[in-house]
Every structure is written in C-alpha cells, then in structure tokens.
C-alpha cells in the first residue's frame, strides 16, 4: 500500500466521526484476532480466513428501508493485487476482497445465495466483492470504493459486476461462516494464479450514498460506497504484512 494510504487511513481512523449506526456494530464479532490465506494445491484455489473474538457472520446490518443509507458491514482482505489480476481495467488504488451483508438491497444479481430461487433477495447473506479502494477523507473510515463516470466508455469491469458505477465486483465465490471464522474460496485462475502478493483484514461499516446534485436524494459531497467506522484491523496499522501460506 502506498504510504499517503496509510497515513490518510490512520488520520481518519483516530479521528472523531460521527456516525449514528456504527456503534451498533461496535461488537466482538467484528474484533479480528488473525488473517490468513492459504493456497490448496488439490483444489488449485486460495482459502482466505477471518478470525474474530466472537461469532463471525452473526452480526448482520438493520435494514434501513431504503438504498439511500442502507447500512454494509464487511470482513475486508486489503490486498496488494493488481486491479488487472481480478478482472478490471489498470485503474490506480488498493483491490480487497470484501465480504460483505446489506439487507435492503441485492447486488449479486447472477448468484442466489439462500437458494430460494429469487436472484434478487440475498443482500443480507454473507456474500464476496472485488472492490477497489481509494482514499476518501470525507468519510470516518478514510476510504471508499473508486466511483468512475458512467458515461465512460474506457472504464473495463468484469462481467459479473453488478450495475453500479464503480469499481465493484460480484465473483460469487463461496463464503462459509463457522464459529468465530468467516472464510472464502478463490479458484487460481480468478486472481491471475497469483500468489505472491500480501494482505490485511479489516473489519468495518460502510454505507451507501446515492445522492445526486439537485435530486434531493443522499448527499452529494458524499460517496457512493464510503468506510465510515473501521473496528478493528489485523496488523493494527494496514500495513498488509501477511502472506499466503
């Protein structure tokens, strides 16, 4: 991670933010006590595990009612991937594996997670984003998923992103929540086979902003998909000191 992200990140993180819905996450199962990713040869895939204090996965977002708000909560590997290993254009910024819960809406259109035969009803089960992350001191948290105009055709995404202009991915890879561990299985070819690159793992609140100058809706100095409480972080300073074993 480049040093401006780092300290960007820690000023916002010690600041003092408000932010009305955060404490009501503010619990042990987001307090992570180890990260890890692990290659399996036998299944050519990376595992990519969250250890927390509590019971991972148990705590889930109330629903807002609305898009406008609606609250994100995430298990985040912070990653020193290339944009162009998962799937997007060469764009500058930190690509992490998000997994994340949000009930009011569905962003993983192609994928029915609760099995029910609704593809549009999953937003709270735990689910995996590629996203990529850019400083964003407007909010708590001092990040945001890169936003990008939607009128620009240069702009490359994989084909499972979801219909939202930024940097977002839906890979649909499978997320598994047992005890205090919540883990993902990434096949190899997914990330470019790489394994050589290093990661953190990050707890969070996040929120989505669809303010639009002159709509009335959301706030327009805002981002789309903003950090807004970090509770707590593996290396303690997002250095992104782990390697996959």
């Not at 290659?39 to 609305?66: C, F, L, M, S, Y």
């Not at 909560?73 to 764009?91: C, I, K, M, R, W």
């Not at 002159?214 to 997002?238: C, E, F, I, Q, R």
Request: charged share 20%; hydrophobic share 40%; with cysteine.
């Amino acid at each position: 991670m480049k040093p401006l992200l780092i300290i960007s990140f820690l000023a916002a993180t010690n600041a003092v933010t408000a932010c009305d819905k955060c404490a009501n996450y503010d619990n042990t199962d987001f307090k992570i006590t180890k990260v890890s990713v692990s290659h399996d040869a036998r299944i050519a895939a990376t595992i990519w595990e969250i250890t927390v204090e509590g019971n991972a996965g148990r705590t889930v977002p109330a629903k807002a009612g609305q898009l406008n708000g609606a609250p994100v909560l995430g298990y985040v590997f912070p990653t020193s991937l290339a944009a162009t290993d998962v799937g997007f254009g060469a764009t500058d910024g930190i690509v992490a594996l998000a997994l994340t819960s949000h009930p009011d809406f569905d962003d993983s259109p192609l994928w029915d997670e609760n099995g029910d035969g609704n593809y549009a009803n999953d937003g709270i089960v735990w689910h995996p984003h590629w996203v990529v992350l850019n400083k964003d001191e407007r909010v708590g948290g001092g990040l945001a998923v890169k936003q990008y105009a939607e009128d620009d055709k240069s702009v490359i995404l994989p084909p499972t992103a979801p219909n939202m202009p930024m940097y977002m991915d839906s890979p649909g890879y499978q997320v598994i929540t047992e005890g205090n561990t919540i883990r993902v299985i990434v096949p190899d070819y997914r990330i470019n086979n790489r394994r050589d690159f290093k990661f953190d793992g990050v707890a969070c609140y996040m929120e989505v902003n669809t303010g639009e100058p002159g709509t009335g809706h959301g706030d327009d100095a805002k981002p789309m998909l903003g950090v807004y409480k970090v509770y707590s972080v593996a290396s303690k300073d997002l250095s992104l000191p782990y390697t996959v074993k």
